[in-house]
């Protein structure tokens, strides 16, 4: 587990959930070694929601690097790693990228069928990629380029939220419902058309303060979706379909808002018959900031009392 926490994690202030033989336990760590604070707070949201300067100096468990964290197939069940957020809401914005912007518009127009994305793919690209990817959304340009987008028969509703003044905003899951590093990742049966997403992921408590970040996999069905926007909580929703972790890394002095909008994310994918697939995307080419993806989510009309984490 250790190769995927940051390089100097022994500096980082890192919040995350283990399980014990006692059940569930929030812990920090700090100095490279782990503090149970769950006598000072029970859970993780309550945890954030009271976060500020001073940390609890908590139940010293040892270091880290001590715990030989595996993965959930590969150990028993007495001390393994949970996901970080226990009953914060799992948010997720969605098309806040050019090119997740045009693989929905693709999923759309294929209705799902996996064997028309690479023709449909080049000529989108040819035709509308440059555009959206050179305007901010909500602003007169993007109306402009909304007008000209309908008049050429190209218009989308992933589009209106790509381009347009209000960001998608969605449930990926209820509190409790994501798992942890290492763990099991769930696929429906009935999907032939999927992917992991791996995403930033924001860690909010409920006065809409940004905390920290970690990384997430946004378990994406794109035959399901394909079909109909109105199949998103089908196809994103469902057992084990989100897997968030190891860590949540907490801002401080040494780690910023401004480090994940630099962050690139990079993404290592391993088959049978020698299968591998790598790919990565840069934060800096997000449509949207992520103060403005929060500010999104929450305000007057939508509260989360128990905080939420947002996948960007």
């Given at each position: ?9 022994r500096e980082a202030i890192l919040v995350g959930r283990i399980q014990t ?292």
């Amino acid at each position: 587990m250790l190769e995927h926490l940051p390089a100097d994690w022994r500096e980082a202030i890192l919040v995350g959930r283990i399980q014990t033989l006692l059940g569930p336990t929030p812990v920090i760590v700090a100095d490279g070694r782990v503090r149970d604070v769950s006598r000072y707070a029970p859970t993780v949201s309550q945890l954030l929601n009271g976060w500020n300067a001073e940390l609890p100096a908590g139940t010293d468990l040892g270091p880290l690097d001590s715990f030989g964290f595996e993965r959930h197939f590969a150990q028993g069940p007495d001390v393994r790693l949970l996901s970080p957020f226990d009953l914060q809401c799992i948010k997720a914005s969605g098309v806040t990228f050019a090119i997740s912007a045009m693989e929905r518009v693709i999923e759309e127009r294929c209705r799902g069928d996996a064997s028309k994305a690479d023709a449909l793919r080049e000529s989108l690209r040819e035709r509308i990629g440059t555009d959206i990817r050179s305007v901010k959304p909500g602003s007169d340009d993007a109306t402009k380029l909304k007008a000209a987008l309908i008049s050429a028969g190209l218009w989308s509703q992933y589009l209106e939220v790509a381009i347009g003044p209000d960001a998608e905003i969605f449930t990926k899951g209820p509190p409790l419902s994501s798992v942890g590093w290492g763990d099991w990742i769930g696929v429906r049966s009935d999907s032939a058309w999927n992917n992991p997403e791996p995403e930033v992921v924001l860690a909010v408590d409920s006065a809409g303060r940004i905390l920290g970040a970690t990384l997430g996999n946004d378990v994406n069905l794109r035959d399901i979706e394909g079909r109909s926007a109105l199949l998103l909580g089908k196809a994103k929703d469902n057992n084990a379909s989100c897997a968030i972790g190891p860590f949540i890394r907490m801002f401080d002095g040494k780690f910023t808002l401004d480090h994940v909008r630099a962050a690139e994310v990079r993404l290592e994918i391993e088959g049978p018959e020698g299968f591998r697939l790598e790919g990565k995307s840069s934060m800096s080419q997000i449509s949207r900031d992520p103060t403005e993806l929060v500010g999104q989510t929450i305000g007057k009309h939508h509260c989360y009392p128990d905080g939420f984490a947002l996948f960007l």
